[in-house]
Every structure is written in C-alpha cells, then in structure tokens.
C-alpha cells in the first residue's frame, strides 16, 4: 500500500469500510436480504470462524456484532450492507 492509502486506512472508519469492501470481494461476507430495506443477514468467515449478525435499519442502522455493541458506531458488517444497497458507506 501507499502512504496515502496507509493514512486513509487510519481512519478508523475508513478501515472498517475497507475491510467491508474486502470480505465482500473475497466472499468472506455474504449478506440475505431478512426485510427489503430494513433488515439484512450478513454472514462473515473474516475471523476464521463462521459468525452470523443482523443488521437493521429503523431510521439510524445497527448491527448485533460485539464492534457495533461496544462503540455505537458503523462496523464493516454495516458498511458492507450500505455498499450493497447504497453504493457508499
């Protein structure tokens, strides 16, 4: 990577929409639509492991994954819907 890509990825969130973008290219993160618009299934293999969140959207988004739960603030499983559904996160 590139000093200018190294410093945009050190923006936290910024990080996080990268790795959404990754997992999705790589297939790592799938994602089944649960209600058109408002909820969605997103299954990651990132961490190795198979781990299944949902993510909603009522108005502001959320996310069951432990990063979202702690901070209250978009984590890639919530980037990565957006950038399906969206096209920018």
């Excluded at 910024?14 to 058109?36: D, E, P």
């Excluded at 781990?51 to 959207?57: G, I, N, S």
Aim: charged residues 20%; hydrophobic residues 40%.
């Amino acid at each position: 990577m590139s000093k200018t890509s190294d410093a945009l990825l050190d923006d936290p969130q910024n990080a996080r929409a990268y790795r959404a973008m990754m997992g999705l290219i790589q297939k790592q993160i799938t994602i089944i639509v649960f209600i058109q618009g408002k909820a969605w299934v997103v299954n990651s293999t990132m961490s190795g492991k198979l781990h299944e969140y949902m993510v909603t959207r009522n108005g502001t988004w959320a996310c069951t994954c432990l990063d979202f739960t702690k901070r209250q603030k978009p984590c890639k499983h919530i980037a990565a819907v957006k950038l399906l559904t969206e096209q920018s996160v």
